[in-house]
């Protein structure tokens, strides 16, 4: 799949685009020279590793980010999915969209891509499970693809749903989840700059995997609000409920954010395991930031909110 780009680096000019892409290469969410304007995603990156001034954290391995998987429609071990999902077809796709909106229907991804702005943006991402990687993203934002739809203003949450596919996914043929995966955000949290739809990573197309062709980003919180393989969009004036929070509401949230202070009731939420080159039980433990770090972000939108029971 070839990602064709109209936009081009220099024709961002508003000044206001260009404070806020600032802010974003400070805080190390964006790469200087991150906004792709070739056209497709077989280019070169800059080299992270030793790129302090823009990345954060150390980036993880791409082998690690490859073959240690949370994707259950391919198994429930983290390395059966690297061994399995190469039996899903991600080649043509259609995403449907509808619900509250104006946009209706099928449409293609490739078409629909070619509409949006592609950059990449170096994302810590922290599972519930309490481990976490840094992975060079490339995407295109989420607030992009909703004005595109254009939803009503009854339109108050964002739904997906991945592939159900029995043959393609042989994890959907067991009842580990009710299929197909689900998640939701609200409106707001859809339209955070930071909200990333996801097309790359390592500067590469997304492997099967990691949930290709298309799936979301939200770094702000568990990763699990991350769901994979999309071909579903919905707009909804009601909040809808997520695969984990149907599974184990007590344990699983709607809003996921990433929060030291709110335990899981199996296990502490204050420190995580940062898994960065070669995976082993041993890689340092850090502890985990409100917000996974993107306080400045997003901190703003639950204002006033109880985050101990809007976990
Ligand atoms: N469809 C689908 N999406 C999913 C999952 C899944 O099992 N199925 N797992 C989630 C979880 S728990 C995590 S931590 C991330 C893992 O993404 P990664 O394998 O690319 O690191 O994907 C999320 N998205
Ligand atoms: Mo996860």
Same mark, same amino acid.
């Given at each position: 799949?070839?990602?064709?780009?109209?936009?081009?680096?220099?024709?961002?000019?508003?000044?206001?685009?260009?404070?806020?892409?600032?802010?974003?290469?400070?805080?190390?969410?964006?790469?200087?020279?991150?906004?792709?304007?070739?056209?497709?995603?077989?280019?070169?990156?800059?080299?992270?590793?030793?790129?302090?001034?823009?990345?954060?954290?150390?980036?993880?391995?791409?082998?690690? @980010?490859?073959? $240690?998987?949370? !994707?259950?429609?391919?198994?429930?071990? +983290?390395?059966? &999915?690297?061994? =399995?999902?190469? *039996?899903?077809?991600?080649?043509?796709?259609?995403?449907?969209?509808?619900?509250?909106?104006?946009?209706?229907?099928?449409?293609?991804?490739?078409?629909?891509?070619?509409?949006?702005?592609?950059?990449?943006?170096?994302?810590?991402?922290?599972?519930?499970?309490?481990?976490?990687?840094?992975?060079?993203?490339?995407?295109?934002?989420?607030?992009?693809?909703?004005?595109?739809?254009?939803?009503?203003? @009854?339109?108050? $949450?964002?739904? !997906?749903?991945?592939?159900?596919?029995? +043959?393609?996914? &042989?994890?959907? =043929?067991?009842? *580990?989840?009710?299929?197909?995966?689900?998640?939701?955000?609200?409106?707001?949290?859809?339209?955070?700059?930071?909200?990333?739809?996801?097309?790359?990573?390592?500067?590469?197309?997304?492997?099967?995997?990691?949930?290709?062709?298309?799936?979301?980003?939200?770094?702000?919180?568990?990763?699990?609000?991350?769901?994979?393989?999309?071909?579903?969009?919905?707009?909804?004036?009601?909040?809808?409920?997520?695969?984990?929070?149907?599974?184990?509401?007590?344990?699983?949230?709607?809003?996921?954010?990433?929060?030291?202070?709110?335990?899981?009731?199996?296990?502490?939420?204050?420190?995580?395991?940062?898994?960065?080159?070669?995976?082993?039980?041993?890689?340092?433990?850090?502890?985990?930031?409100?917000?996974?770090?993107?306080?400045?972000?997003?901190?703003?939108?639950?204002?006033?909110?109880?985050?101990?029971?809007?976990?």
């Amino acid at each position: 799949m070839k990602f064709k780009n109209t936009h081009k680096d220099h024709e961002v000019t508003d000044e206001k685009i260009y404070q806020s892409r600032r802010q974003l290469i400070k805080a190390g969410i964006i790469g200087g020279a991150s906004v792709i304007s070739g056209s497709s995603l077989a280019l070169t990156l800059p080299k992270h590793k030793n790129n302090s001034k823009f990345v954060l954290d150390e980036l993880t391995t791409e082998k690690d @980010a490859t073959t $240690y998987n949370n !994707f259950y429609e391919f198994g429930l071990s +983290k390395s059966a &999915p690297s061994k =399995n999902a190469d *039996s899903m077809k991600t080649e043509p796709w259609t995403i449907q969209i509808g619900g509250l909106c104006e946009k209706q229907g099928k449409v293609d991804l490739e078409k629909l891509i070619s509409n949006f702005q592609l950059e990449e943006r170096v994302y810590r991402m922290r599972c519930v499970e309490a481990w976490s990687m840094v992975i060079p993203w490339m995407g295109f934002k989420l607030a992009d693809l909703v004005k595109y739809c254009q939803p009503s203003n @009854a339109a108050k $949450y964002v739904y !997906f749903e991945t592939l159900y596919d029995p +043959k393609q996914m &042989p994890g959907q =043929n067991g009842r *580990s989840i009710p299929w197909p995966y689900r998640e939701g955000l609200r409106m707001d949290e859809a339209m955070n700059e930071l909200t990333l739809m996801t097309v790359g990573m390592y500067g590469k197309k997304l492997p099967n995997q990691n949930g290709a062709p298309l799936r979301l980003i939200v770094p702000w919180k568990y990763g699990f609000k991350g769901i994979k393989s999309i071909v579903k969009i919905n707009f909804l004036d009601k909040q809808p409920i997520n695969s984990w929070q149907a599974i184990a509401p007590q344990e699983y949230g709607f809003y996921a954010n990433v929060n030291p202070k709110v335990d899981h009731p199996r296990w502490s939420q204050a420190t995580e395991r940062r898994i960065t080159g070669g995976f082993s039980l041993f890689n340092s433990r850090i502890k985990t930031q409100m917000f996974n770090g993107y306080g400045d972000y997003v901190a703003d939108m639950y204002k006033g909110m109880d985050l101990a029971k809007f976990y």
